[in-house]
């Protein structure tokens, strides 16, 4: 079984899209993990059924016993958060600004103040259009820890892989360079690139190739709408190639991306005869290839 994480330095630049897309192309062959927690999407382009729930816990938060407190304020005076704040003349936990870190819980002499494992979100293993499955999640609203659920994603999706004999484990990751892309990386036998032709593409390129070699991960490159500008498009590949990252797929700019997503569909099969689809089929191949 090998792991193919997609990843962008920035958003906007089809990376979901594109691992959606390998995703309808492999089918039963491969499981299909979201790791984009915060902002999970690649469900609508697979037909998610959310059939399988689980909550996750990660991180504790502060409760207030109202028939231990006192209201003494020792908590609220060594709170560096502010989230312990008077409510009809009862001190009370903000869980969304407590950060858990168990200050108030130590000075309060009475033991009103209890550490309290929360639920940051939920994750789910689905099945999709591809007659194969997804594990995804959903970061719960103002949860911390998202790294902590994409680990999770990921091992699961990895067990189902190994359990049911996949070849591949296609993997969509968060934008950017942040704690959940770390987490989405770990593991990899390859890093698939998006990015697109602008300044700012080739600047969030840069940037997440150099969380790439800090790993010492393999890396492949697509560039997404190259022929909007094919200045800025010689500048990336020049640059990709000093860095000895191939690239696997130039794509054109094609209004027909935008009304398969808005039919809720991969462009695999919204038009697989189209040029733009042709290519996408051509890249899924070489990546397969960089990855044997």
């Known amino acids: 079984m090998r792991e193919i994480v997609v990843v962008s330095g920035k958003g906007g630049t089809g990376k979901t899209s594109l691992s959606a897309a390998f995703s309808y192309l492999e089918g039963d062959n491969a499981i299909v993990c979201d790791c984009d927690v915060d902002a999970a999407n690649m469900h609508l382009l697979l037909d998610a059924s959310f059939s399988n729930q689980r909550d996750f816990f990660s991180g504790e938060v502060a409760l207030i016993d109202k028939e231990l407190c006192t209201n ?41 103040i209890e550490m309290k494992t929360q639920k940051a979100g939920d994750i789910y293993t689905s099945d999709i259009k591809n007659e194969t499955k997804m594990v995804h999640a959903k970061l719960g609203f103002g949860a911390e820890n998202s790294g902590k659920l994409v680990a999770k994603v990921k091992q699961d999706a990895k067990l189902l892989a190994l359990q049911k004999n996949k070849a591949y484990v296609i993997t969509d990751g968060s934008p950017g360079i942040g704690c959940p892309v770390i987490s989405s990386l ?107």
């Open 72 to 112: 003494c304020g020792k908590c609220a005076d060594v709170c560096r958060f502010d989230a312990i704040s008077i409510a009809d003349g009862q001190h009370v936990v903000d869980p969304i600004s407590c950060e858990g870190c168990h200050y108030c819980s130590k000075v309060c002499k009475k033991d009103a």
């Open 186 to 292: 770990s593991g990899a036998n390859l890093v698939v690139l998006v990015t697109e032709a602008t300044i700012s593409g080739l600047h969030d390129l840069e940037r997440v190739i150099k969380l790439v070699k800090t790993f010492n991960l393999k890396a492949v490159c697509i560039i997404n709408k190259y022929d909007l500008n094919e200045e800025m498009t010689n500048s990336i590949e020049k640059f990709l190639k000093t860095e000895e990252i191939d690239v696997v797929g130039k794509l054109p700019y094609d209004e027909t991306f935008t009304k398969a997503l808005a039919m809720a569909q991969t462009i695999v099969e919204y038009d697989s005869n189209s040029k733009l689809a042709i290519n996408i089929k051509n890249s899924w191949e070489k990546i397969k290839e960089s990855v044997s």
